[in-house]
């Protein structure tokens, strides 16, 4: 009923810069918080950042300074800009958003996207 899909993955050097988006499609009713986290070889997944249907955003330390989350409601659609990327970055990363949704009866749940690959070379 509900998908997400992520674009904007890809390998890149360090340094550089890219931008990944997630829309949100589906019996959308409404969507709370939208975020990215990703999970890197052999490390547990983390939560980069994230926003809230009000546009309050959290960061993880780590990336401070460096990637802005954002998010268009008319689109259902969260964005990860990030620049200055390192290697220490590279990881699969994941959308996620919390939906209400209408099926007869109204019920929210996480939801998940399949995750896009961001490869950062030193």
């Known amino acids: 009923q509900v998908q997400l899909v992520e674009s904007g993955g890809g390998l890149v050097q360090a340094g550089g810069s890219l931008r990944l988006s997630c829309a949100a499609s589906g019996r959308i009713l409404s969507i709370r918080t939208m975020g990215w986290y990703r999970q890197a070889p052999g490390k547990q997944r983390e939560l980069v950042a994230d926003i809230t249907s009000g546009g309050a955003t959290n960061y993880v330390d780590s990336v401070k300074g460096r990637f802005t989350i954002s998010r268009d409601n008319a689109k259902n659609t969260v964005y990860l800009q990030m620049n200055s990327l390192d290697p220490e970055d590279t990881a699969v990363y994941y959308c996620?958003?919390?939906?209400?949704?209408?099926?007869?009866?109204?019920?929210?749940?996480?939801?998940w996207g399949q995750g896009t690959q961001v490869t950062v070379s030193s």
């Open positions: 996620t958003a919390r939906i209400t949704v209408y099926s007869g009866s109204y019920y929210s749940n996480n939801y």
